[in-house]
């Protein structure tokens, strides 16, 4: 099992940054890892995802040039770097960790999720 914790959620101007923390523990190894959004009365979408080495990178085209995804595989964590956030950008953000190295866009080629954190962009 793989147990995953998001950080880094808050309230913020229209305009302004946040940056998103996932936190791995457990039996971790080499999985690629994503960071999918839901907002109220929607489905959950796809943000951004990273393979284990980092030489993959897929983002959804809402969030493309504002949005970076990183990871420090020693500290088993996780980034999502927000910029330039909108009001639509509001919605509780999830990490997800596939059993494979490689990544996916869609979400049930995820294995584990975090609870989730909630991010408000005030316009």
């Known amino acids: 099992q793989v147990q995953l914790v998001e950080s880094g959620g808050g309230l913020v101007q229209a305009g302004g940054s946040l940056r998103l923390s996932c936190a791995a523990s457990?039996?971790?190894?080499?999985?690629?890892m994503g960071w999918f959004r839901q907002a109220p009365g929607k489905e959950r979408e796809f943000v951004a995802a990273?393979?284990?080495?980092?030489?993959?990178?897929f983002y959804a085209d809402s969030i493309k040039g504002r949005f970076t995804i990183s990871r420090d595989n020693a500290k088993n964590t996780v980034y999502l770097q927000m910029n330039s956030l909108k009001p639509e950008d509001t919605a509780v953000y999830y990490c997800?960790?596939?059993?494979?190295?490689?990544?996916?866009?869609?979400?049930?080629?995820?294995?584990?999720w975090g609870p989730g954190t909630q991010v408000t962009v005030s316009s």
């Open positions: 997800a960790a596939r059993s494979f190295a490689g990544v996916v866009r869609w979400s049930r080629g995820y294995d584990y």
């Open positions: 990273i393979s284990w080495s980092s030489d993959s990178t």
């Open positions: 457990g039996r971790t190894f080499k999985n690629g």
